[in-house]
DNA sequence: TATGAATGAGTCTTCATTCAT
DNA sequence: GATGAATGAAGACTCATTCAT
C-alpha cells in the first residue's frame, strides 16, 4: 500500500496534499514544490502524474468536489428523516459554518472559477447539489433560494468572527422554505 | 493634474491601475510590472509608493472598498425613495448581477481575507454596509438575512450563466424582509 | 511484421522516427519523448535500443546518410547514361535545392559534426560520394570542385527563396568541370 | 568602463559572451547559465537584457555577422589593389579555411536559419556581401557563382582534416569567375 | 525482454526588492 | 525625490537516464 510504485496511490497523495494546501496558502499559493513537500514525494512526481501545475490544481478542487459530494449525501440523510426541514437544515449549515477550512476552501473554488471559466461547472457542484437536496422536500424555486443563502452565509462566516447563529440562520431557511 | 511631478495624483493612478486589474488577473496575478506597465508609470515608483506588492494589494482593495461605498450611497437613496423596499432591493441587486468585475472584484476580496485576517475588517464593509442600509428600513435581523442572501446571490451569478432573474431575487428578499 | 515483438523493425522504426523529425525540429531538438511518439513506441524503447540520446541521434544522422548513398546511386546512373555531364548535374542539382527537408537535414549533419568530431567521417560521405561519381566523368580535381560547387548551392538555397537556378548551375559546373 | 552600472558595456559583454560560446557549443547548446559565466555576470543579468533565450541568440548571431561585415571590409580592400582577382580570392578564402571558430560559427547560422526563418536575413549577410563585393569585379553571374563555391569549401574544410588548398582554390575561381 | 515509473539535474523565465545615481 | 539597473530566489516545466517489475 506504500507510494512508491503504486501509481494510483502516488496520485492520490498529490491530490490529497493539494487539497490540504488549500485553505492555508490558497489555490494560487500552490507551487509544485509546495505540494510535493507536503505529499512527500520528489518535486518529479508532480510534474510525472500532472503535466501542468494548472491540471494538479483542477485535481486538487475535483477532490474538494467530490468531498463536497459524500457531505451532500449526509445532509441527504438527515434531512429525509428531519421532522422540520428548515430547522434541521440551519443545524447542518450552522455546523459548516465552523468548517473554516472547508469554508475557504469553496471560497477558493469560486474565485478560481471567476478566472477560469473551465472550473465553473466543478464550482457548481455545491450549490446545484445542494438544490437538488432540498427540492425533494420544497419546490425548485425555494429549494434554489435556500442554498443561495446558505452561501451567503458562508461567505459572512468568513470574515466575521461571529457567524450567523442557528436560530438567525432558522428563522431565514423557514421564510424562504415556506413562502412559494 | 499631470501624474508627474505629482505624488498623490502618481499614487492614485498605481492605485487605480492595480484596482482595474484585479479583476482581470486575481490578486494573486498582481505584480509590480504589471501595475507599472497599467498605470503607464516606471516600475520603481511602485515600490517607492508602496514598500511592498502586499502592501500595494491592500491599497488596491481598499480602494475597491471604497468604490462600493460609493455604490452603497446609491442604493441607499435609492431604497429611502422606495415605495416597495424588497423590490427595489432585488432590482438593485439584479443590476449588480450584471456587473461581472465587480463582482470578481469582491469574491477576490473575500478570498484574500480568507487568507491574510487583516484584510477580514475591510472584506466586511460590503455585507456590513448594506445590512445598514436595509436596516433604515427593516429591523437589524432581517436587514442582515437580506444582505447574506445578496451576497449568495453574486456567487451564484459568479458561476452560473443565468443567475437569478429580479422576480426570483424580490420572492426571496421580500420573505426574509417580511418575516419577523 | 509488426513492429511488436520484432526488435529489429523496432529499432527501424525508431531510428525513422528520429531522421523524420530532424528537418522539423533539428538535431538538437530530438528528445527521447518525442521520437517515441512519432514512432508510435513506450518511451522505454528508446533508451533500451539505444544506450545513450547521442547514440539515437548518431543512427539517425546514419540513416539519412544511407539514404543519401541511394540518391547518390540514382545521380550515378543518370550521369552514366548522360550526353553532357555537367548540364545532367546541374539537373540533378536544382531539384535537390527544391527539396528543403533533405537540405535542412544534410545542414544540420554538417552543423553537428562540427561539435561533434566523431560524426565527420559519415558527415563527409554526401561530398566524398559526389565526388567519386563525377570522377568517373571528369578528373579528380574537377570532381572535387563541382561536388563543392554543388554544397555551396546547397547552403545558398538554404538561406534564400530564389536558390539558383538550372542554368546558373549548369554554367558554373561546366566551368569547373571543364577546365583542367 | 566596467560593467556595473554600465548598461550598454553589459549588454555587449553578454552578447560577446555568447558569441564566443557558439562555435563550441553551438547555437542550440547556448543556456542563460552558460552565458551568464562566461559573461561574468549574474544569471538574472542575462534575462534582463534579452526577454527571451531567443532574442539572446538573435543578438548573438547579429554580432557575428557584424564582425563578418568587418571581415569583408578587409576583403574588399584587398581585392580592390589585387592584380588577380581571383588568385586573391583563393589566398583569402585558404586563411578563412583555417579559422575553424568562424566557420562553426557561420554553419551554426545557416542552421538555425533552416528553423528560424527570421534569422535567414542575417544568414544571408556573407554571402550576399561577398557576392556584391566581387561583383565590383566580374559580371554579378559570376560573383555569386565565386561565392558560392567558397560557401561550399568552409563545408568541405568543416569535415575534412584538408580543406582544399590556395591551388585547388584558385583553379576553381578563376574558372567560375573568367566564364561569362 | 521490455516498459512504465520515477527522479534529480537543469532549463527558461518571472519577480520582489534593493540600491546607485 | 525618483527611477532604471541589478540580482538572487523561486517557479513551472522538461528530460535523460535509471530501474523495478
Known sequence: MSAARNPA????????AACDLIPEVGVGGLTHRLVAARADVPLGATTYYFKTLGDLVAAALE???????EWLRRWAGELASAADVPATLAALTAAYLRERDRMVTWNEMYAAAGHRPELRPLA?????????????????????????????????????????????????????MTQP
Do not use: K, M
Not at 9 to 16: A, D, K, L, T
Not at 63 to 69: D, R, V
Not at 148 to 176: E, I, K, S, Y
Open 9 to 16: 496511490e502516488r496520485r492520490r497523495r498529490i491530490v490529497e
Open 63 to 69: 477532490a474538494a468536489a467530490e468531498l463536497t459530494a
Open 124 to 176: 457548481r457542484a455545491w450549490n446545484d447539489g445542494l438544490t437538488e437536496v432540498l427540492a425533494a422536500h420544497v419546490g425548485p424555486e425555494a429549494a434554489r433560494r435556500a442554498a443561495v443563502f446558505v452561501d451567503g452565509a458562508v461567505l459572512h462566516a468568513l470574515v466575521n468572527d461571529d457567524p450567523l447563529d442557528q436560530d438567525a440562520l432558522a428563522g431565514a431557511l423557514a421564510a424562504l
